[in-house]
């Protein structure tokens, strides 16, 4: 039995009140709409089931029922910490499982492929502008020698691994910071560098979906961010940009032409996925079980 036909075995019998005797209650009802705080308002106040009007009151309730989406769109007036918050949680929200230590992460960004092995000790490959280049994997503390794309057989260097999955960095916003200031790659205080340093770890670098919401955390705590409303990545897509204060130079203003460029972070202005930067788009992450293979 449907809801409906329950209510009308119910009440078939209990007389309709004339409009008289409904008029108070309707006037709370219209009242509470008008308050400050309003409700939704959709183009018809009622909705109509097999000719029969149900009551501004159930139109109301159903009002509220309504789910939000994920993540609302970039308003005017948003800031940079905001947007930098919003696209940690993006990535919180998204499916994520731990890649096997043999495996590869596969990056494709403008051209470019590259297959880096998980802990560092598998031969990976990079393939850019028709070029094929092996990349040696650390292997009981030595490594082969490559000399533009080729190995030289036989030739070893010491070494360490680079994991290409990065489950060694920290994963709450403050150890984020610290682990920055540790590895910074410019002086104390050049906030560009630090914007240059969290895109280095963004770019190509896989990693738990806690490490990366820190890393957006971290990032928002950085002074001088401003937000660049439109712009786009390197393929185009539209996006809202974050960027940090250009560091500072001589006396004497330079030339456009030699003006540093400023680190610009673009973001989907609806969902908050990182998009690149508009010189180069983020990349195709993925993985895959052997280098080469294409997922």
């Known amino acids: 039995m449907d809801d409906l036909t329950l209510v009308r075995d119910l009440f078939d019998d209990a007389p309709l009140p004339d409009a008289t005797a409904l008029a108070p209650a309707r006037a709370r009802v219209m009242a509470s709409i008008n308050a400050p705080v309003r409700l939704i308002r959709h183009r018809s106040r009622f909705a109509l089931v097999g000719g029969t009007t149900v009551g501004l009151a159930a139109a109301v309730a159903a009002a509220i029922t309504l789910v939000p989406r994920e993540t609302p769109p970039v308003q005017q007036g948003t800031d940079a910490v905001q947007v930098l918050r919003l696209a940690a949680n993006h990535v919180l929200a998204q499916p994520r499982s731990a890649p096997r230590p043999d495996q590869f992460v ?23 502008g028709g070029s094929t280049t092996p990349l040696p994997g650390c292997r009981d503390g030595v490594a082969q020698v490559v000399k533009g794309d080729e190995i030289l057989p036989g030739v070893t260097e010491p070494c360490e691994p680079r ?46 979906a806690e490490t990366r919401a820190a890393l957006f955390e971290a990032a928002s705590r950085i002074p001088g961010l ?28 330079p030339s456009a032409s030699a003006r540093p460029t400023n680190t610009v972070m673009v ?20 993985i895959v079980d052997r280098s080469g293979q294409r997922p």
């Open 226 to 253: 401003t937000v660049v409303p439109d712009t786009h990545d390197a393929s185009g897509r539209p996006g809202i940009g974050i960027t940090w204060p250009s560091p500072g130079g001589a006396s004497t203003p």
């Open 163 to 208: 994991p290409a999955y990065r489950s060694d960095l920290p994963t709450t916003a403050d150890a984020m910071l610290a682990y920055l200031d540790a590895n910074a790659s410019g002086e104390p205080g050049n906030v560009n560098a630090r914007g240059k340093d969290v895109l280095a770890l963004i770019g190509e670098t896989a990693m738990p």
């Open 106 to 128: 596969y990056a494709k960004s403008d051209g470019r492929e590259i297959w880096q092995s998980v802990d560092g000790t598998q031969d990976g490959v990079l393939i850019t």
């Open 267 to 286: 973001f989907d202005p609806t969902t908050y996925e990182f998009l690149g930067t508009p010189q180069r788009s983020a990349g195709q992450v993925s």
